[in-house]
């Protein structure tokens, strides 16, 4: 079984800024695909972005530009910098890692974007 922990979510006016952290109880490895999804009330989880080999990333249309994940496999951690956010943006966000034995998700942070 592995653990995910979610951090940084909260309550941020429209252009602010957040940094969500995601750390995994399990060694990470470059191999390993992680990724950031959202659920906004009322709405289905949807994909927001994803780091996989390499370090190539894919993003939802609606955050290019103002969202970036990056990862510390050291630190067995996957960020997501949220710049510019909008009302829109507000859901609980969801950190997921893909290993040979599975995928895990994390219990989800708050981001509310909100003036």
């Known amino acids: 079984q592995v653990q995910l922990v979610e951090s940084g979510g909260g309550l941020v006016q429209p252009g602010g800024s957040l940094r969500l952290s995601c750390v995994a109880s399990?060694?990470?490895?470059?191999?390993?695909?992680m990724g950031w999804y959202r659920r906004a009330p009322g709405k289905q989880r949807e994909l927001v972005a994803t780091?996989?080999?390499?370090?190539?990333?894919n993003y939802a249309d609606s955050v290019k530009g103002r969202f970036t994940i990056s990862r510390d496999n050291a630190q067995n951690t996957v960020y997501l910098q949220m710049n510019s956010l909008k009302p829109e943006d507000t859901a609980v966000y969801y950190c997921?890692?893909?290993?040979?034995?599975?995928?895990?998700w994390g219990q989800g942070t708050q981001v509310t974007v909100s003036s």
């Open positions: 399990r060694k990470i490895f470059s191999t390993n695909v």
């Open positions: 997921n890692v893909n290993y040979l034995l599975g995928t895990f």
């Open positions: 780091i996989t080999s390499g370090d190539s990333t």
